[in-house]
């Protein structure tokens, strides 16, 4: 391998699980038999990628994970959509998200029954509302604060129209309070929290009990549908108003027009991954419910009743904060 070759690997993959081909390890990304993963966000789970690389690695020419963040995963869909069906991608997707996506910009996202060939449902994803302020401590203070002070509070979001946004409408819709919204590029969202930059914000559950780990934040509210083990203390927004039902999924996906061969192949290395009780323990400790309905099947049924349910939500929202 020539060094401007290793460079680029270097720099643009984040793991690599090339196997048995020379050929293809001189040349991974123009190599058709190797999987490439692709993840459109900055999923910090280990237990997320433990899963991809179980499956990365019972496919037997090699594979590698590379991340496409940014604009709320369509960089990723774009990169995908535009790939030759010769050469195995697959992508990592969040249901809500894709939905979203193409309920509010549907000049610029696709739908994703139309574009997008579901390969199983991984499991419930979960985010947390944290803060780093020291005058909260619970829920009930935060929202007590932005009742009492009208738009004073800032609220970070990873952009107008994401589903951390949308979240945000919602829970202040039903509970009847107003913050600012400063939106932020991939990612940064996360940061500004913890740098006091915004008074509080949702971040992926994994992130949260990270960073509370080291006291950096406090979690006041997850959006599971019940409350995660390893945070017994802490309510999900269900218990708070039983209109809060936000939680998305975790899924795997290819273009559309992939062979059936393909699709039930990747599928295949998923349902048996996830029969690891490792890989399950892992996703546990998170608050991460494994899929129990992997199917290709059910993934479709949860793309369209995704699609029908955000449709439903939005009616409910103020439009103009939403575009």
Not at 109 to 124: K, M, T, W, Y
Not at 161 to 166: E, Q, T
Not at 252 to 279: C, P, Q, R, T
């Amino acid at each position: 391998m020539n060094f401007y070759r290793r460079k680029l690997l270097l720099s643009g993959l984040l793991m690599l699980g090339l196997q048995k081909s020379k050929d293809a390890i001189s040349n991974p990304i123009d190599a058709s038999g190797i999987l490439a993963i692709i993840l459109p966000y900055n999923f910090t789970s280990k237990a997320l990628r433990n899963l991809l690389d179980e499956i990365g690695r019972r496919h037997s020419e090699g594979y590698y994970m590379e991340a496409r963040p940014g604009a709320s995963g369509l960089i990723a869909t774009r990169f995908i959509l535009n790939q030759p069906l010769n050469k195995p991608h697959i992508m990592v997707s969040t249901a809500s998200t894709s939905a979203l996506n193409y309920i509010l910009k549907p000049q610029i996202a696709p739908n994703p029954l139309e574009v997008f060939q579901p390969l199983g449902i991984i499991c419930e994803y979960n985010a947390a509302l944290i803060t780093a302020r020291d005058d909260v401590e619970t829920f009930e203070d935060l929202v007590r604060l932005a009742k009492g002070s009208p738009r004073v509070l800032n609220v970070s979001t990873p952009g107008v129209g994401s589903l951390y946004h949308v979240t945000y409408l919602m829970m202040a819709h039903f509970l009847g309070f107003e913050a600012t919204h400063v939106p932020y590029s991939a990612g940064k969202h996360t940061f500004a929290i913890y740098n006091g930059d915004a008074d509080f914000g949702f971040v992926s559950l994994p992130e949260a009990m990270a960073w509370q780990s080291v006291k950096k934040v406090k979690i006041l509210a997850v959006t599971s549908q019940k409350r995660v083990p390893d945070l017994p203390g802490v309510r999900s927004l269900r218990e708070i108003h039983p209109q809060l039902v936000i939680s998305d999924s975790i899924s795997l996906v290819a273009k559309k027009d992939v062979s059936k061969e393909f699709a039930k192949k990747i599928n295949g290395y998923l349902v048996n991954s996830l029969k690891s009780k490792e890989i399950q323990t892992e996703f546990s400790k998170y608050g991460y419910v494994v899929s129990t309905d992997p199917s290709i099947e059910f993934h479709h049924q949860k793309m369209m009743a995704e699609i029908k349910q955000w449709k439903e939500l939005i009616k409910k929202l103020p439009i103009n904060q939403l575009s």
